[in-house]
């Protein structure tokens, strides 16, 4: 069986604590999650211009859905 990557465990994690959608920025640090988030098909990366675009995206998102909101910011 192959090994896991650490993007690859950090996307199924997120998945089954039923994040539904991630905010932040994308970077050279977070490429591979954020490849690992595109190849799962359950969680939407919504691109942000800034962090604190993403934190107040997720934090809007969390208040109105209920649901954790998620930032990765690079």
Known sequence: KKMKT???YIAQRLSEL????????SGHYNYELLLALKKSDEIAFTHTFTAL???Y?????????????????S
């Open 18 to 25: 039923e994040i539904k959608n991630a905010f932040g920025t």
């Open 6 to 8: 650490v993007a690859q």
């Open 57 to 73: 995206a997720a934090g809007g998102y969390a208040k109105t859905t209920k649901v954790p909101g998620c930032v990765m910011i």
């Open 53 to 55: 675009e993403a934190i």
